[in-house]
């Protein structure tokens, strides 16, 4: 189908975009890397007047160190978040989730910040993002802000980001040294994930310091597994250990029962895929 017709902007400027969405308000969208909203214009499920286009802004392109954490900017596309040899050292998990996601085409169209913000419980890059501890820099007219990501996900593909603003750029905390894994089940290849986990451990000496694990498709939102995190502290990276910290995976989570499996189901996934992506994290 042919989307309705809509006036195109392409700003140059993060002040120009702002600037374009207080003139529109409700009858403009913003276009990142167009994998969500396209398609959605297509079957025109909706119809926006303008449709502000962001991807002329250089400045929201690109991976910086930042000393104690790397700053991604909200147009960095997920090939360059694959690839960008800053994020493989300091924070593998990204680099493993974004791995998994969709396929080349998308990976070289979809862009880092866009997907956060569209907010797809299901979608690959929410749950490393959330167990990471990213930090969200919301530019809008009164200014910029920063949002931690527990309250960054409010709830199904609904965020932090208020009408009129924009996502800039992501802050994440470095995890030099950390083992880190992505474990996503599908029923095909490229399939949204019926349910994923994202892990990342840091041991030493054969046991497990510290661990951080974000869940997928297992609510409205990303969620952190934080009995999972707390159970491993201090365990050894052996299987019997990780596989008694794994039960707890599905506390607190509320998954959707679809077509490809109902809650019941995806509980059990949550403790198969945690444990898997602990083990490989932690090297064992």
């Known amino acids: 189908m042919i989307p309705a017709a809509f006036d195109y902007l392409a700003p140059t400027s993060v002040d120009e975009a702002l600037a374009a969405l207080a003139e529109h308000g409700d009858d403009a969208k913003v276009l990142a890397g167009g994998q969500s909203l396209l398609p959605v214009l297509r079957l025109r499920l909706n119809a926006p007047e303008v449709v502000v286009d962001l991807g002329r802004i250089e400045s929201l392109r ?3 160190d930042d000393g104690d954490a790397l700053v991604i900017g909200a147009m960095t596309k997920h090939a360059d978040v694959l690839t960008d040899p800053l994020v493989a050292e300091h924070a593998a998990l990204l680099a493993r989730a974004t791995h998994h996601l969709a396929d080349a085409q998308v990976r070289h169209r979809g862009t880092f910040g866009g997907a956060l913000a569209h907010a797809d419980p299901a979608g690959d890059v929410g749950a490393p993002a959330l167990a990471l501890g990213a930090e969200f820099t919301i530019a809008g007219s009164g200014g910029t802000r920063s949002v931690a990501a527990d309250d960054f996900f409010v709830d199904l593909f609904e965020t932090a980001i208020a009408d009129g603003e924009l996502l800039t750029e992501i802050r994440i905390p470095k995890y030099t040294g950390w083992g880190a894994h992505y474990e996503k089940f599908v029923r095909v290849a490229h399939q949204w994930p ?44 052996t299987d019997e250990a990780v596989r008694a910290a794994a039960a707890h995976a599905a506390e607190g989570a509320n998954p959707p029962s679809d077509l490809n499996g109902d809650a019941d189901y995806r509980n059990h996934l949550a403790t198969v895929l945690t444990r898997r992506a602990v083990l490989a994290a932690a090297g064992a």
Do not use: D, F, K, Y
């Open 62 to 64: 690109g991976v910086r």
């Open 194 to 237: 019926i349910v994923a986990v994202a892990a990342a451990v840091r041991v030493e000496g054969g046991t497990i310091a510290e661990a951080r694990v974000g869940l997928t498709n297992m609510g409205s939102t990303p969620l952190r597994a934080r009995a999972v995190e707390a159970a491993l502290q201090g365990q050894p990276a």
